[in-house]
């Protein structure tokens, strides 16, 4: 099984806050609902499940006949406490169109 973050995209994301709502596994994302500080809540897919796997199958079957190659890792990417910090982009507002 696959974990992931459950992260506040409304509050903590925007003002460079970090933390965690919550763990929890692909498993439990796609069933439709999670529960996160003791609460249910309703989840929902941005993608097309069976099209990633159909996607995936037709990737193994590529590595597998040797049509995409794959290699060793060139670097590892960098840990929590490693120093190294991303740059925040600034968010531009969104004009309105004047009717």
Known sequence: DIYTQ????SVNYPNCVGGS?????????RSGKIIIQGKEVPTG????????REISEE????????DFLLSEAVAPLPKV?????????????IL???E
């Open 6 to 9: 459950v992260v506040d995209y």
């Open 96 to 98: 309105k169109k004047k």
């Open 81 to 93: 406490g490693s120093g190294y910090s991303f740059k925040m982009l600034k968010e531009k507002p």
């Open 59 to 66: 990737l193994k079957g590529w590595i597998r006949k040797g």
């Open 21 to 29: 709502l919550g763990e929890v596994n692909y498993d439990e994302l």
């Open 45 to 52: 897919s941005l993608s097309s499940y069976p099209k990633a």
